[in-house]
C-alpha cells in the first residue's frame, strides 16, 4: 500500500511540474487586424471607389491582390525592432464591402475591408516582469506584386521601415500605380502612429487601418482661344521611374527633375484636329526637386495644329511634404497662340 502511494504521489508531482502556471505568459498573441480601402459607394465588387487624393472622382480602382504587412515592437524607452512581417495573396472576394466605424472616417463613405489575425511572438515583447507589449502596423497594398529595395525579413530599425522603397522602374507598375495603397507613417490618432496598438490601453490589442494612395493624381485640363486653333499633340514626359517610399509618399526627391523614358500620351495624334478644349487626368509618383524645393516638377510635350514643333514646359505645382496624403494636382493650359519649338517653364501653384 505504501509503495502505491508514493508511486500515486509522484505522477501527480512529475504532472505538477509538467503544467503550464496560472500566472505563465502564452507564448504568442493573435492581433485581429483589418485593412480598410475608402469609397463611394457599395454596388458591386467593381464599385467605384475613392481615397485621399481624389476629391469628388468616380473612378473603378482594381482591388489589391498583394498585402505587405511589417509589424513594429517598442524594446525599451525608444528602440523599435521588427516584431513580425508576411506576404499575402489576396483574391478579389476577400475584401468585403461594409460601412465605415473606425476613426478618421470620410463623411458618407463606406469602406472594402479585410479582416485577419497576425500571430506575433510574445516573448520578444516583454517589458521586466510584466508582459506589456507596444507595436505599431504598416502595410502597403497592390495589385501586382512590389520588388522592395530590401528584404522585408530584414528590416531592423524604424529607419529601416521608413526607407522601405519599391520599385516603379516596371511598365505594368507604373500602370497601376493608381492601385497602391499604404498607411502614411505620419498620419496620426490622438497624437500617436494611427497603425498603433498596446496592451495596456486595450484589453484585446487590435488595428484598423485606411490605406492610402502612393501615387498622386495630375489632372490636365486645357482650351484654346479659337477654332483655328487646336492642340494635336500632348504628353507627360519623364515620369518617377526609381525606387519610392512606401510609407512616406510626400518625401520622395531628386536633385534634378527625372529623366527616362517613362511617358503617358494624353493626346495621340490627331489627323482631323477636332482638338479646342478638353482634360485627362493620370497617376504618377510625386516628387521635389533640391533646386525647387516645395514643388512636384511635370514635365509636358505640346504640339499645335500639327506643326510638328514640340513645346516642351516644365511646370512645377506646389505641394506640402510634410501632408501625410498624396494631392490632387491640377494644371490649366490656356493657348492663345500657335506653341513654338523650344522650352519653357512656369510656375503652377495649385
Known amino acids: 500500500m505504501k509503495i502505491k ?16 502556471q496560472p500566472n505563465e505568459p502564452s507564448q504568442s498573441v493573435k492581433l485581429p487586424i483589418s485593412i480598410c480601402l475608402p469609397m463611394n ?3 458591386s465588387a467593381n464599385a467605384p471607389r475613392r481615397v485621399m487624393g481624389d476629391p469628388g472622382t468616380k473612378e473603378e480602382f482594381l482591388f489589391p491582390h498583394h498585402l505587405y504587412y511589417i509589424v513594429m515592437k517598442k ?6 525592432t521588427l516584431w513580425a512581417q508576411e506576404h499575402r495573396i489576396l483574391d478579389d472576394a476577400d475584401w468585403k464591402a461594409e460601412p465605415y466605424t473606425g476613426i478618421l472616417p470620410t463623411p458618407g463613405d463606406s469602406i472594402y475591408r479585410y479582416k485577419e489575425e497576425i500571430n506575433l511572438p510574445l516573448a520578444t515583447a516583454t517589458f521586466g516582469e510584466r508582459h506589456e507589449f507596444l507595436g505599431r502596423v504598416y502595410a502597403i497594398a497592390s495589385v501586382e506584386e512590389l520588388t ?4 522585408l525579413n530584414t528590416i531592423g530599425s524604424m529607419s529601416d521601415l521608413l526607407d522601405l522603397a519599391f520599385s516603379t522602374s516596371s511598365a505594368t507598375i507604373q500602370q497601376n500605380l493608381k492601385h497602391i495603397y499604404s498607411t502614411p507613417y505620419n498620419l496620426t ?7 498603433a496598438f498596446n496592451s495596456i490601453a486595450q ?3 487590435h488595428v484598423s487601418l485606411l490605406l492610402y494612395h502612393v501615387a ?3 489632372d490636365i485640363t486645357w482650351k484654346t482661344a479659337s477654332s483655328d486653333l ?7 514626359k519623364n515620369l518617377y521611374a526609381g525606387n519610392a517610399y512606401c510609407f512616406k509618399p510626400m518625401e520622395n526627391s531628386t536633385s534634378d527633375p527625372v529623366t527616362s523614358d517613362k511617358e503617358i500620351t494624353l493626346i495621340g495624334s490627331n489627323a482631323v484636329g477636332q482638338w479646342w478644349e478638353g482634360r485627362y487626368y493620370f497617376y504618377t509618383i510625386p516628387y521635389t526637386t533640391t533646386g525647387k524645393a516645395g514643388y512636384f516638377p511635370l514635365q509636358m510635350e505640346m504640339e499645335t495644329n500639327g506643326s510638328g514643333n514640340n513645346y516642351r514646359p516644365t511646370i512645377y505645382m506646389k505641394v506640402n511634404t510634410t501632408d501625410p496624403f498624396v494631392p490632387w494636382l491640377r494644371a490649366n493650359f490656356n493657348i492663345d497662340i500657335e506653341l513654338p519649338s523650344g522650352t519653357d517653364t512656369k510656375t503652377v501653384e495649385n
Open 148 to 151: 522592395f529595395n530590401q528584404e
Open 216 to 218: 498622386t493624381k495630375v
Open 75 to 80: 524594446d525599451g524607452e525608444s528602440t523599435w
Open 230 to 236: 487646336r492642340l494635336t499633340k500632348m504628353k507627360a
Open 41 to 43: 459607394e457599395v454596388h
Open 5 to 20: 502511494k508514493y508511486i500515486l504521489f509522484l505522477l501527480l508531482a512529475i504532472s505538477m511540474i509538467g503544467c503550464e
Open 189 to 195: 490618432d490622438d497624437g500617436d502612429y494611427f497603425g
Open 203 to 205: 484589453r484585446v490589442p
